[in-house]
Nanobody, 118 residues
Framework: QVQLVESGGGLVQAGGSLRISCAAS????????MGWFRQVPGKEREFVSY????????YYADSVKGRFTISRDNAKNTVYLQMNSLKPEDTAVYYC???????????WGQGTQVTVSS
């Protein structure tokens, strides 16, 4: 099992940047494909991005492509989401998730709030 703890959320103006992090503990971090999701109250959780086990491949939702960058440091057991050119519609609670396989995500963090003001 792996425990995930997000950090780095906060309030930022539109057009600004923010980097959020997710620290993992427990089993070997490199054994997990890592992802970021976000959720607004009253709406379903939305996929944002994932990165493969070694970090060789990444994938992004169309809504964030070109603005967000996911990365990981397996030596630090941490995955990052660099968010640039932020928009008010990026406001959400951002969740980190870990997957052992290609089939869904198995473990979730508690979330970190990102608020983008217009």
């Amino acid at each position: 099992q792996v425990q995930l703890v997000e950090s780095g959320g906060g309030l930022v103006q539109a057009g600004g940047s923010l980097r959020i992090s997710c620290a993992a503990s427990g089993r070997t971090f490199s054994s997990y494909r890592m992802g970021w999701f976000r959720q607004v109250p009253g709406k379903e959780r939305e996929f944002v991005s994932y990165i493969t086990w070694s970090g060789d491949n990444t994938y992004y939702a169309d809504s964030v492509k070109g603005r967000f960058t996911i990365s990981r440091d397996n030596a630090k057991n941490t995955v990052y989401l660099q968010m640039n050119s932020l928009k008010p519609e990026d406001t959400a609670v951002y969740y980190c998730a870990a997957a052992r396989t290609w089939n869904g995500f198995d473990y979730w963090g508690q979330g970190t709030q990102v608020t983008v003001s217009s």
